[in-house]
């Protein structure tokens, strides 16, 4: 049986996954896939397929394009959600914050540098027009931290998936602003070098059977009710968020990296771009 490390943020995008997992579709094909919840998100991943902690990551897209212009050994190699990720951006419930633009100078949560709530705090400052140079954040690990340091008022705001913070604001922990969509598709596949090298025939395997799951995975009987018992989200808020949500079974486009690598040189979040062959796996 051959192991493969997986890691992935604890949200609803990634159950095609878990019920491949679940039903044995991976250890048909001799593989013991090992998947792991990494709540920290993408930057906590990026380090963990550097260090060889894992093999595979599904990560946000900006994330990982940064990491491997700054040198990561890995590559993308596949698209995974196709469509653009809604971040909302939230200030406590009891925040003096009204609009977006009041934001300007306040402290952005984050839950680690490099991260997507990091990288998108400055895509939302460009969208306002606001200088990113006099942003300011404040590190909080995950979700969990989001909440207390907004609470505590260490940080001023937070963005993160509207969807997965829809519960929060709800029971009135968090107040939703309004919505920061990537301006690119969010979540992408990626691998280690080493793993690319020595296990390509395995990586086929895997990716042959998610995209059984992923291609009819809107059409599961009841999928939207299986979604929101196991995410604890409301049904219409998963319908919403099915509805407007895209799996992909093929590689990302050369023009999207390079949007996306354009757009992290402007915000100089990156020092010059990497070649979009220095990315993207090449089977």
Known sequence: MKQVKVIGVPEHFNLPWHLAIEEGAFEERGIDLQWTDIPEGTGRMCDMLEQGEADIAIVLTEGIVKKITEGLDARIVREYISTPLQWGIHVAAQSHYQKVEELRDARAAISRFGSGSHLMAFVNARQQGWDTKSLKFREVQHLEGAIEALGKK????????????????????????????TPWPCFV????????????????????????????????????????????????????????TRWSQKQISREVIDNVSNTLLYLKLIEEKAAPSDILWKK
């Open 154 to 181: 260490e940080a001023d705001y937070f963005m993160w998936e509207h969807f997965t913070t829809k519960p929060l604001v709800d029971e009135g922990i968090f107040r939703r602003l309004a919505d920061c969509p």
């Open 189 to 244: 596949i990626a691998a280690s070098d080493r793993f690319l090298k020595d296990e390509s025939s395995t990586l086929l395997h895997i990716l042959e059977i998610l995209d059984n799951y992923t291609r009819e995975f809107r059409q599961i009987p009841s999928i939207d009710r299986t979604l929101a018992n196991r995410y604890g989200q409301q049904l219409e808020d998963i319908r919403i968020w099915l509805s407007a």
